[in-house]
């Protein structure tokens, strides 16, 4: 059984916007601060955004302002409202635990172009 199930991604033009959902299992959803992730082309994968049990909510400088994460307790369902999407944020999108074990899902292509 996948315990991260990625969806929402697509292809946008510069500007645009994007919300990413992710089906967690719910043994671990709501113990565990979860994160969402990235892998540009032909780099490693980073993280983009991190939230507690209780909500709490940190980005890197990259994103902040432009990506929000959430999370819904009773459906063990994971967001990331994303705006203003520049070709930069081209990747695929995954979410996981805040410390990856290292089980991954298949991930979501998100493609920002023209």
């Known amino acids: 059984q996948e315990r991260f199930v990625e969806s929402g991604g697509g292809l946008v033009q510069p500007g645009g916007s994007l919300r990413l959902s992710c089906a967690v299992s719910g043994n671990i959803f709501s113990r565990n601060m979860l994160s969402w992730y990235r892998q540009p082309p032909g780099k490693p994968r980073e993280m983009v955004a991190s939230i507690t049990p209780s909500g709490n909510d940190k980005y890197p400088s990259a994103v902040k302002g432009r990506f929000t994460i959430s999370r819904d307790n009773a459906k063990s369902t994971l967001s990331l409202q994303m705006n203003n999407l520049q070709p930069d944020d081209t990747a695929v999108y995954y979410c996981?635990?805040?410390?990856?074990?290292?089980?991954w899902g298949r991930g979501t292509q998100v493609t920002v172009s023209s």
């Open positions: 996981n635990l805040f410390s990856p074990d290292g089980d």
